[in-house]
């Protein structure tokens, strides 16, 4: 005997994590990022960040990549890069 659905029966779809639907991931060129010094202190400091969910960052390509969720905009981010003497060119 095969399974057939009801007429009432609905299946509901949902996302096991939807708290990743509105993470944005942004990637700053930093012209000043010169050794993993830099890249400790990027890493610390944006990371403070409420929202921000994780920083990359490379003294070879200097870039630091950033995904965050809200609260954190990208305005806060420049902000703290600006602060800290990493500013985005």
């Known amino acids: 005997m095969e399974f057939q659905p009801r007429k009432h029966m609905r299946f509901i779809h949902f996302k096991l994590h939807p708290e ?6 942004v990637t700053y060129t930093i012209p000043n990022i010169s050794c993993m010094h830099c890249v400790h202190t990027i890493k610390t400091e944006v990371s403070e960040v409420q929202g921000v969910k994780s920083v990359e960052a490379s003294p070879q390509t200097k870039q ?4 965050f969720d809200t609260p954190a905009t990208e305005d806060k981010i ?3 890069l600006k602060e800290i003497n990493y500013a985005p060119a």
């Not at 630091?64 to 995904?67: E, G, K, P, Q, S």
Request: glycine share 0%; charged share 30%; no cysteine.
């Open 78 to 80: 420049v902000e703290v």
């Open 64 to 67: 630091a990549t950033i995904t």
């Open 20 to 25: 990743e639907e509105n993470m944005k991931t």
